[in-house]
Every structure is written in structure tokens, then in C-alpha cells.
């Protein structure tokens, strides 16, 4: 049992927290897929406008993995497909029809997930849409499956603003099913599963769990991120080295398919941020689409809508679904202007990680946060800044420099394949050149994966 403490890092001071009061939101009258929020994915639609589907049915297939299916989560009938630039899929609308047949999967009693193949559960999970739960290590796209891991990484808590409360999840959740999710994945690899969670959890079913290896962490954000939990026990050596990782609320959506035979696609997720009025947790079912989640609540005259955290998530509107891999949907000001001669000002309400201001000496009080950069691109300065910010063993300002020059070889000695945006993301908050350092990063990964 590792125990992960980490003192590098940031908790940003956000006003708008959610409450910890739990709500149901139903899917509405559409649910929407997005093919292009999955990387590496080229989808092959099975099914065409008009055409009926039953809630479970296969949308599309992954033409490099023809085995790994895209499912709909609500029955109905097809309504509308966009296409993008080059014939590319954005979006499949399907009509609800709640009268909609379901397809049902095999089921297995507890005591039988022990002994099933690898090959028995992967077919059952690319099946049935789950799946593309399960992300790999580097590159974080989803799971190959003819290629097991040397381990996996279940993720309990993130400690991003604004995340579920891994608490009121475990409340939701008879143990059982925890159990029977791990016993599934265990099957899929001769390595350990590694479930990762905060040390002051106070909640006993965790402890209670088998088949795995129970670690804690503490600290500031990004101790919650799995890229930390690997790098302290599992660690990525090359670029042939794979871990997968996994949410818990994912974990529980496969025990939940294996024991009934039925996939559940339910997920908890946040409503928070200083421009929405109701704060709080919701149950909804993937594919919801954000008008639908929002419906009952008030949002201030032109905020942005953000699917996921204010650091990692993508800007969104009320007609997208919630991100596959989103549990939180936050809502900020979008408040775009510069305040005149703000560099010279004494800053006491300024929000800095630096001591460029005088509220640097004062306690950290919640803000609001809005959409402005505070300032323009500027060239790359030196100056410790997204260093302070980083409990990776790396050197972020010499791989940003190496990523930029194409420098292979260095970006691989500088531990490229450890790396993913989103453990760069406060890099990119703090840092005063105001490079999208996220978006360096992920150029990064795609030149390895592509040349390395």
C-alpha cells in the first residue's frame, strides 16, 4: 500500500461549490453522442436517420477496432446525424421513445466472475458500450484489447474543483457490485489493480474491497490525477510499457452489467460554479444533453458553459450531451475583458499564484472566477512558475521547449509517455506566458505515438 503525499501543486479557491445533496435528472427527449470526443476513434455509423434502435443498440464501431461498439443509452429512433469537416461524425441524435425494448447481456452470479476469460468479458464489454471506459497509459486512449496491461488503475476521487464527492457515490453503492466490477477487470490482467482514493475518506466500503491493492493520497490538486498515482506506483518506462485506468463510477456501471445482464447508464455528476444558482449533485444517464441537466436552474446572461472542470474540461453549450468522461458541469462568467492598467495595480483582490500581488500575503478567500486571460501571449519566462506547480518528476519547460523544436529524443528522455494535458493543466493557469500548455502537451503525444 503505497500512501501518495504530495506538496507541489494547487487548490484553486473557486466560489459555487456544489452541495453534497443528491437530485435525479431524467434523459429528456433527445440523448446525443459525440464520436469526435474519443481520440485515436474513426466511427463507422451502424445505423442511418429513421432507423429504430433499442436502448443498448451498437451507434457505431471503431473502424481500427471493428470489436469495440459505441452504444445508445436511451431507445428510440435515430433523428438526426451531423457531419463535419471531410464527412467527419459530430453528432448522432436519437429521439426517446421510453416504450423502447432493451438489449440484455449475459448475467453471472458473484461468485462465478472469478473464472471467466479475458476473452468472455472483453467481448461482453465491447458489446455492450462500456468498453470505452477503460483508457490506457500513454496516450490515454481507449484500451487496446488484444494487449493487457501490466496493471490497473481504478480512480476513486478527483481533486479538481467542483468534483463528485466520492462519498455520496459510495452511499449509492451496495458493495457487491463494487466487488463484482473488480473481479472483472482482474481477469484482464496478470498485474495488480491498484484502487486509489483520499486518505481522510471516512467511508468503510472501500476497505472492505478484494482483489485489490488499496493506496491513499493527500495534497493539493493534482494529487487526485491518475498520472500522479502511476508515477508513484506504477510507473511508465517507454513507449511500449501500458497501464489502463478507470473511474470508480465506471467500475460500478461494469459489476452492474455483469451481475444483471443490463447496462446502466447512470452516472453522478456536479452542477457548480459561481453562474449557476442550484449547486448541487445529480443522477443522469449518458447522453443527456446540458439544456436537459440545467432545465430547473437559473444561469447568469451569457456564461460559459464548461463539460467537465474549469481546468481540464471543454467549452460546451446547452445543446451538447455531457462529456463521456466528464462528472461535472461548471458554469463561470464569461467575462472576457482587461482591466485598464491592471499591472500596476496593488492587487489585493488579485488572484496569484506568484508574488506579483499584495493579496499574496493575504489568506486565500473564494473568488469568482471569469473566462479572461488576464493578459496576452508573451514569450515563453523562465521563471519557476509551472515548475512549483508540478509533482510529476519532470521537467516541464525543457519538454514544452523539445515538443516545440520536434525534438524526439529529448521529449522521450524528458518522460513524454508519463505526461497527459491534463496533469499540465494548472501548469497552463500559473504560467505568465500564457501558453496553451495543455495543447503542447497533447501535440507532444500525438508526434511520440506517431514517430517515437
Known amino acids: 500500500m503505497a500512501d501518495i503525499r504530495i506538496k507541489k501543486g494547487h487548490d484553486l479557491k473557486l466560489v459555487g461549490k456544489p452541495a453534497k445533496q443528491l437530485g435525479a435528472i431524467n434523459h429528456g427527449t433527445i440523448v446525443r453522442l459525440h464520436p469526435v470526443e474519443f481520440p485515436g476513434v474513426k466511427p463507422k455509423l451502424l445505423v442511418q436517420e429513421g432507423d429504430s434502435v433499442k436502448k443498448g443498440s451498437p451507434i457505431f464501431f471503431d473502424k481500427n477496432h471493428p470489436e469495440i461498439m459505441f452504444t445508445s443509452s436511451a431507445g428510440g429512433r435515430v433523428e438526426n446525424i451531423v457531419f463535419g469537416e471531410r464527412r467527419r461524425i459530430e453528432i448522432v441524435e436519437i429521439a426517446v421513445d421510453d416504450n423502447a425494448e432493451e438489449i440484455t447481456f449475459e448475467s453471472f452470479a458473484p461468485d462465478e466472475l472469478s473464472g471467466l476469460a479475458a476473452e468472455k468479458i472483453i467481448s461482453i464489454l465491447c458489446s455492450s458500450g462500456l468498453w470505452p471506459t477503460i483508457r490506457r497509459r500513454p496516450f490515454s486512449k481507449i484500451a487496446e484489447p488484444g494487449k493487457p496491461p501490466k496493471s490497473i488503475f481504478i480512480s476513486t476521487m478527483s481533486t479538481a474543483s467542483f468534483a463528485v464527492d466520492v462519498e455520496i457515490v459510495l452511499e449509492q453503492t451496495p458493495l457487491d457490485i463494487m466487488q463484482a466490477g473488480i473481479d472483472v477487470l482482474q481477469s484482464l490482467t496478470n498485474g495488480a489493480i491498484n484502487l486509489v482514493s483520499p486518505k481522510n475518506i471516512s467511508n468503510s466500503k472501500l476497505v472492505e474491497l478484494s482483489n485489490v491493492q488499496r493506496h ?97 474540461g471543454s467549452i460546451s453549450n446547452m445543446d451538447n450531451a455531457i462529456g463521456f468522461y466528464h462528472e461535472s458541469i461548471t458554469v463561470i462568467p464569461n467575462m472576457p475583458k482587461r482591466v485598464f492598467m491592471g499591472w500596476i495595480s496593488p492587487g489585493f483582490s488579485k488572484y496569484s499564484l506568484s508574488n506579483t500581488f499584495l493579496s499574496k500575503i493575504l489568506p486565500k478567500r473564494e473568488q469568482v472566477f471569469t473566462t479572461s486571460m488576464n493578459g496576452s501571449k508573451r514569450a515563453i519566462l523562465p521563471i519557476g512558475a509551472i515548475e512549483k506547480v508540478m509533482p510529476l518528476n519532470i521537467l516541464p519547460t525543457m519538454l514544452i521547449k523539445s515538443i516545440i523544436a520536434n525534438d524526439i529524443e529529448t521529449m522521450e528522455q524528458l518522460g513524454i509517455y508519463e505526461c497527459d494535458p491534463e496533469d499540465f493543466a494548472l501548469c497552463s493557469f500559473s504560467d505568465a506566458s500564457k501558453m496553451d500548455i495543455t495543447g503542447i502537451i497533447q501535440d507532444g503525444l500525438d508526434f511520440a505515438e506517431a514517430e517515437g
Do not use: C, M
Open 216 to 312: 491513499t493520497y493527500s495534497g493539493p490538486h493534482p494529487a487526485g490525477n491518475v498520472g500522479v498515482h502511476v508515477a508513484h506506483i506504477d510507473p511508465i518506462k517507454n513507449k511500449d510499457d501500458s497501464i489502463w485506468y478507470i473511474s470508480l463510477q465506471d467500475v460500478i456501471s461494469i459489476g452492474k452489467l455483469f451481475l444483471t445482464g443490463k447496462v446502466d447508464y447512470k452516472k453522478i455528476i456536479t452542477v457548480a460554479g459561481s453562474a449557476v444558482s442550484e449547486k448541487q449533485h445529480y443522477t443522469v444517464n449518458r447522453g443527456t444533453i446540458i439544456s436537459q441537466i440545467l432545465s430547473n436552474n437559473n444561469l447568469e446572461a451569457g456564461a460559459r458553459i464548461i463539460s467537465g472542470d474549469v481546468l481540464t
